[in-house]
T-cell receptor, first 114, second 111 residues
Framework: GAGVSQSPSNKVTEKGKDVELRCDPISGHTALYWYRQSLGQGLEFLIY????????KSGLPSDRFSAERTGGSVSTLTIQRTQQEDSAVYLC????????????FGSGTQLSVL | AQSVTQPDIHITVSEGASLELRCNYSYGATPYLFWYVQSPGQGLQLLLK??????LVQGIKGFEAEFKRSQSSFNLRKPSVHWSDAAEYFCAVGDDYKLSFGAGTTVTVRA
């Protein structure tokens, strides 16, 4: 596609429910990143994919968070048993090879946990 | 571990005035350094990038940044601000695969 696409753009859920956030990177980009943006907190690194593998999962806040990438393309970030502190904008970005290059960001998914 | 500090949370500047946003980083080797901008309702966009070579880097929209190793700084500047520069600006430091962002500086432009 022309850019990084994320869906849904907005998600409202109840505390304790599971949510799935989707990211479609730019075609041909091997590197894919998930960040979380909370008010006044900047961008928090969550996870990085190179192809289908995730060399660095160090940013995932807890074992309720998981992510996968299939076919070297689409990625899904899953949050189980959501908590109110999970409310944030979840941003996906991709680049040709890695973080030493320009990252192309999606518009994000605004997650609200009630 | 890599980290980025942006000391100024919010800056207000008059249209036509100069702007400087501060960024300090912590990194063991020579890092890749970036400035990104997030305009209202838009995604993050790369302004400029530094890794090696000339320490003064030119970017898009008339922005430039200067790398100072001795001060571990990578400050962003613009000589004359336009109303459209009102946005949130993020400094980032990275290696081959991980990019860490600062908390951001919000710029307000007054007429």
């Amino acid at each position: 596609g022309a850019g990084v696409s994320q869906s849904p753009s907005n998600k409202v859920t109840e505390k304790g429910k599971d949510v799935e956030l989707r990211c479609d990177p730019i075609s041909g980009h091997t590197a894919l990143y998930w960040y979380r943006q909370s008010l006044g907190q900047g961008l928090e690194f969550l996870i990085y994919f190179q192809g289908n593998s995730a060399p660095d999962k160090s940013g995932l806040p807890s074992d309720r968070f998981s992510a996968e990438r299939t076919g070297g393309s689409v990625s899904t970030l899953t949050i189980q048993r959501t908590q109110q502190e999970d409310s944030a904008v979840y941003l996906c970005a991709s680049s040709l090879e890695g973080a030493n290059e320009k990252l192309f960001f999606g518009s994000g998914t605004q997650l609200s946990v009630l | 571990a890599q980290s980025v500090t942006q000391p100024d949370i919010h800056i207000t500047v008059s249209e036509g005035a100069s702007l400087e946003l501060r960024c300090n980083y912590s990194y063991g080797a020579t890092p890749y350094l970036f400035w990104y901008v997030q305009s209202p309702g838009q995604g993050l966009q790369l302004l400029l990038k530094y890794f090696s070579g000339d320490t003064l880097v030119q970017g898009i929209k008339g922005f430039e940044a200067e790398f100072k190793r001795s001060q571990s700084s990578f400050n962003l500047r613009k000589p004359s601000v336009h109303w459209s520069d009102a946005a949130e600006y993020f400094c980032a430091v990275g290696d081959d695969y991980k990019l860490s962002f600062g908390a951001g500086t919000t710029v307000t432009v007054r007429a």
